[in-house]
């Protein structure tokens, strides 16, 4: 079933693939078919539950799906083409044959299970490097979706004046694609677990060992925090505007106050350090409080059904690029 959505993802025109039924039940199906296979190899008792849920919505949604569109899943293609058959008139019978084996196998599981079979504990993997993986996996995947968002609310207030710079306001990807992952927000948050969070821990080390006052230290902290922060952030916009916007097809800073080059400018610079200073000495603390809380077997359900959603989107939207280009925080 996993198979069979992700060819559709990276065979579907992202342009033509609105947010309709088809849509939510694709992504329904793909999360309840990972975290239902997981349930499985784990002997859970919500194997069965998940399987049967994930079998009955895909197929019964397809049904209506057919009834009122005339297809079982939105096409993005001439009725003619080979897509039609693969994904209209095979895809269903895959789709039948893979819930009856995800509800034969959890069968399977809970018998297992009554017979003594222990449920698996513990996380997926036991290397030690598996829990930082998968804290990296997650943030990446987290931010990647709400840096869209991000995008977002940067170019409305460029719209209402509250930032300077233009945006394009026929961005279909921007405005209408709402669940377009942008995974330079979510190499960003990594990059800030792997780097900033180290710096700035490093810098409280420094300011405790320091001369100042105990009520300065903190606040001492929290500038130069800021302004390491700055540093690096800036220096990665930069060296990625000189690798990739040479030409500024991407995003032109030059009408700018206090710009370099026209590949960073003063506002965006402080709007990233900014952003970048809450997420290491609010945020990410939080996260990683939260993960510790939840525990393997939880943090490992969530890596399984976001990842299995997170590909689906990456194939749909990444494969068969949009005509508009993933935008920048804009100009």
Avoid at 92 to 120: D, E, I
Avoid at 197 to 206: L, Q, R, S, Y
Wanted: charge should be positive.
């Amino acid at each position: 079933m996993l198979v069979s959505w992700y060819a559709y993802a990276a065979a579907a025109d992202p342009d033509e693939t609105p947010y309709d039924l088809s849509f939510w039940r694709a992504l329904a199906s793909v999360a309840g078919s990972g975290l239902s296979t997981w349930f499985i190899y784990r002997r859970s008792k919500a194997a069965l539950p998940m399987a049967a849920a994930t079998a009955v919505q895909t197929i019964a949604l397809g049904a209506v799906n057919v009834a009122r569109k005339g297809a079982y899943v939105t096409r993005s293609w001439k009725k003619s083409s080979i897509k039609e058959k693969l994904f209209n008139r095979v895809m269903p019978a895959v789709h039948v044959a893979g819930a009856a084996a995800l509800v034969g196998a959890s069968v399977v599981a809970a018998k297992a299970r009554q017979a003594g079979a222990p449920t698996l504990a513990g996380p997926l993997s036991n290397a030690p490097w598996y829990p930082r993986a998968r804290k990296l996996g997650l943030y990446f995947m987290t931010f990647s979706m709400l840096g869209h968002w991000v995008e977002m609310l940067f170019c409305t207030g460029i719209k209402h004046g509250i930032f300077k710079g233009g945006y394009d306001r026929e961005n279909h990807m921007l405005w209408d694609q709402w669940l377009f992952p942008f995974p330079a927000e979510g190499t960003a948050a990594v990059l800030a677990d792997l780097v900033l969070v180290p710096a700035k821990n490093a810098i409280e080390g420094i300011m405790a060992e320091s001369p100042l006052p105990q009520p300065l230290r903190t606040p001492a902290a929290l500038v130069t925090s800021f302004l390491v922060n700055q540093l690096v952030c800036t220096s990665i916009d930069f060296a990625t505007g000189m690798v990739a916007n040479r030409n500024y097809e991407l995003w032109d800073y030059r009408d700018m106050r206090f710009h370099f080059m026209g590949q960073v400018c003063l506002q965006n610079s402080l709007f990233y350090s900014i952003a970048a200073t809450w997420g290491v000495w609010q945020l990410l603390p939080a996260l990683e409080k939260l993960m510790k809380r939840a525990g393997d077997t939880v943090l490992d359900g969530v890596l399984v059904g976001m990842g299995s959603v997170f590909a689906f989107l990456e194939l749909l939207y990444q494969v068969v690029p949009p005509k508009k280009s993933p935008g920048e925080l804009p100009a």
